[in-house]
Every structure is written in C-alpha cells, then in structure tokens.
C-alpha cells in the first residue's frame, strides 16, 4: 500500500510526523484504559483508541493553519501506512490487507466526522454516545468507562484549543498527563461508593 504524502515528504517533516504517531501510540496503549475503563484489550480495542486520538490530534492540527492541515494529512497517511505494515507483519496477503485496511479506513473517516462535530459543538452528550457505540460496542458492562474517557478527551481538545502550529511542533506538545486523570478515577470512584453507602443507609433507616 502506498501512501504518497507520508513516503515521498522530506526527512524533516516525515520525523515531525513520527514523533505525533509515536505520542499517539503511546497514550493509546496506556494500560489504564484497558484495566479501568474496560477498553477491550485487543486489537480492535487498541485501534480503537489509535484511531481516536488521532482524530483528536489531527483535529486540533487541522484548526492551528494551513500547516497543520497539511501536517494532518500526512499524520493520516502515516497511520495507515504502518496499520498496513502491520497486517503484512502478521502474515496477512495482499488481498486480505487491502480488504482490512480498506474497512478500517471507512470506519475511521466514519468515526472522524462523528467525533469532529462532537468537537466542534462542544457536545460531550452525543460524543459519549459515540463512544459508547463505536469503542464499547462489544462491552455489556462498561460503568463509567465511557463518561471518564469522554472527560480525558475533553481535556485534550481543550488542552490542544486555540494552539498555534509552533506549539505542536515544539518539544512543549504532548496528550495530557494520564497520573492526573488516573487521580480523577480514583476520587470519581470514591464518591460513587460514598453515594452508594449513603444510599443504603438511607434505605435502612426508612423501611
């Protein structure tokens, strides 16, 4: 599979775009989102998040200047030209990839149109419906999973909002820190036992 924009960019550019692939890689496999928000921990599950916060970074890129839509594209074509490397790494022919990879694009352009009217709305409602229904779709119990991950991708857009280009191509961009959110899971979950507990005692002192 051949992605133009990526391969024949110049060394410089192409190492700016690895360093945005690399970030996303990172954040994306953080296991904090598959030991407590209930993400499957597979590779529909680890695309999933891959393909969601490349969305967000691509959509904060793509709102920094013409720069930045240009550095998006060619982020988009990355990804898909190392999802493509991937598949052929796993043994997969030709046909199967360019079937696979085909398929995924689709349902990533689908996610990205979804989300990034989410994004540009400010409507965290519909965007946690998505959520739910595209990286939840094979979870029956997922809690607050979906309403955490929602407010750790708020934070990145409203860390990213405003930015200019120089910003994400210094050494001053990256995702937001996941020790201070993995905090904000540890109080969210307290005060869901608090309420629980008040609850109870509420019920026993009424019947």
């Known amino acids: 599979m051949f992605f133009n924009s990526y391969v024949m960019t110049k060394h410089q550019k192409r190492n700016l775009i690895d360093m945005f692939y690399q970030k996303i890689v990172d954040v994306s496999r953080n296991k904090v989102f598959y030991t407590k928000l209930k993400i499957p921990d597979t590779i529909d599950g680890r695309y999933d998040l891959l393909a969601l916060f490349a969305i967000i970074l691509t959509f904060s890129l793509s709102r920094s200047g013409k720069k930045g839509i240009e550095l998006s594209q060619i982020l988009f074509d990355k990804i898909f ?59 029956n119990v997922h809690n607050n999973g979906p309403k955490l991950l929602v407010k750790y991708c708020k934070k990145c857009i409203y860390k990213f909002k405003d930015k200019q280009i120089e910003y994400f191509i210094s050494n001053k961009f990256n995702f937001p820190k996941l020790d201070d959110f993995l905090e904000w899971f540890t109080f969210f979950n307290l005060l869901i036992c608090i309420n629980q507990m008040l609850l109870l005692i509420v019920y026993y002192f009424t019947f």
């Open 81 to 139: 030209l190392d999802l493509d490397l991937s598949l052929r790494e796993l043994g997969a022919g030709d046909a199967g990839v360019h079937i696979k990879i085909k398929n995924m694009i689709k349902a990533y352009m689908g996610r990205q149109k979804a989300y990034c009217i989410s994004f540009e709305k400010d409507d965290y409602i519909t965007f946690e419906k998505s959520i739910i229904r595209n990286i939840y779709r094979n979870v």
